[in-house]
């Protein structure tokens, strides 16, 4: 690259508002960036929120608990005892490991829950029937999340 090329670089980055340039020819790579010390800017802060107006809901009597749910209260719960992903059975092509209307007993295998690629066996810890399993197959499970509702014998 010629040196009157790189000089006449230079005056194009000092007389535009271009603050850097690079230039590549072969090999050879120059690159020019402009000092901007005495250039002001202007700063602005974030657009002024709109105002907004909430009006509180009207108060109504108590609902009373679906019979459903109350029902539930009544069942032992399993519950994840980590976060991770809820499986059903130990791969794809398997049969789960208990479905509802299934006897249990204790230390039986109910799922699996996969926590940075662990798989972890939950187990029952009561005798009885399976009666509901909360949680999806490959789904996302919390920690102390019920999985499984237990009719206990």
């Known amino acids: 690259m ?21 230039v ?8 020019i960036t402009k000092s901007s010390n005495n250039q002001k800017y202007a700063v602005m802060g974030p657009p002024p929120m709109p105002a907004v107006s909430y009006q509180a809901p009207a108060p109504s009597a108590a609902p009373a608990p679906a019979p459903a749910q ?11 005892p980590i976060v991770g992903t809820f499986y059903k059975a130990s791969s794809p092509e398997s049969e789960p490991f208990v479905k509802v209307g299934d006897h249990i007993k204790p230390g039986m295998v109910l799922c699996i829950v996969e926590a940075m690629k662990l798989m972890n066996e939950i187990e029952s810890d009561v ?16 920690y102390n999340q019920p999985l499984f509702l237990i009719e206990e014998e």
């Open 24 to 31: 590549e020819e072969g090999e050879l790579k120059v690159s």
């Open 127 to 142: 005798s009885g029937k399976i009666v509901k399993i909360l949680v999806d197959n490959a789904s996302p499970v919390e």
């Open 70 to 80: 109350a029902q539930e209260n009544n069942y032992h719960e399993i519950k994840s």
């Open 2 to 22: 010629d040196l009157n090329l790189i000089k006449k670089l230079i005056k194009i980055v000092e007389q535009s508002e271009i603050t850097d340039l690079s």
